[in-house]
Nanobody, 125 residues
Framework: QVQLQESGGGSVQSGGSLRLSCAAS????????MAWFRQAPGKEREGVALIASDGRTTYADPVKGRFTISQDNAKNTLYLQMNSVKPEDTAMYYCAADSRSLYTCKYFRATNNYWGQGTQVTVSS
């Protein structure tokens, strides 16, 4: 079992920055592949950023160059640094974990994951 708890969401103006955190606990082998997803009202959940156990990262095109995913293994915490945010970044952001190894943790997968409860990010223009 894996438990995920997001924090750091809030309201920010367009062009500003925000850092999300996700505290993880439970079976380490079930959270070798960590990711951030988001879901805006009326839209499907979409992958934002992905990090494998060796630190390799993958980003969705809309956030490339603006968002950075990282993790502190000593603290069992996943981060998402959001810079130059835009109104279209407004969404509920979810932390996700799965057991894929670094060889397959290269694409977003929304099934067979552990999920946090989400944290709301609202960007005003």
């Amino acid at each position: 079992q894996v438990q995920l708890q997001e924090s750091g969401g809030g309201s920010v103006q367009s062009g500003g920055s925000l850092r999300l955190s996700c505290a993880a606990s439970g079976d380490p082998s079930s959270r070798r592949c960590m990711a951030w997803f988001r879901q805006a009202p009326g839209k499907e959940r979409e992958g934002v950023a992905l990090i494998a156990s060796d630190g390799r990262t993958t980003y969705a095109d809309p956030v490339k160059g603006r968002f950075t995913i990282s993790q502190d293994n000593a603290k069992n915490t996943l981060y998402l640094q959001m810079n130059s945010v835009k109104p279209e970044d407004t969404a509920m952001y979810y932390c996700a974990a799965d057991s894929r190894s670094l060889y397959t943790c290269k694409y977003f997968r929304a099934t067979n994951n552990y999920w946090g409860q989400g944290t709301q990010v609202t960007v005003s223009s």
